[in-house]
Nanobody
Framework: QVQLVESGGGLVQAGGSLRLSCAAS????????MGWFRQAPGKEREFVAA????????YYADSVKGRFTISRDNAKNTVYLQMNSLKPEDTAVYYC????????????????WGQGTQVTVSS
């Protein structure tokens, strides 16, 4: 089992940047592929980005490609989401997710979830 705790959310103006962190505890962090998802008010949770166990493969939703970067530091048991050129439509609660057998790009592929961190982008 793994416990996930997100941090780094907040209020930022459009065009600004934020870096989210997700700290993992429990079983060996490198045993999990990691993902970021988000849920805006009134909408379903959606995929944002994912990274493989050692970080050599990354995947992005089209809506964030070129603006967001996912990375991981297995020595620190942490996955990051660097978000640049933020837009008001990026406003959402951002969730970290972990999966042991696949790279999580869909909700049902993710076994463990964090509690979420709010990101608000003002226009």
């Amino acid at each position: 089992q793994v416990q996930l705790v997100e941090s780094g959310g907040g209020l930022v103006q459009a065009g600004g940047s934020l870096r989210l962190s997700c700290a993992a505890s429990g079983r060996t962090f490198s045993s999990y592929a990691m993902g970021w998802f988000r849920q805006a008010p009134g909408k379903e949770r959606e995929f944002v980005a994912a990274i493989s166990w050692t970080g050599e493969r990354t995947y992005y939703a089209d809506s964030v490609k070129g603006r967001f970067t996912i990375s991981r530091d297995n020595a620190k048991n942490t996955v990051y989401l660097q978000m640049n050129s933020l837009k008001p439509e990026d406003t959402a609660v951002y969730y970290c997710a972990a999966a042991s057998t696949t790279i999580p790009r869909r909700e049902y592929e993710s076994r463990y979830w964090g509690q979420g961190t709010q990101v608000t982008v003002s226009s």
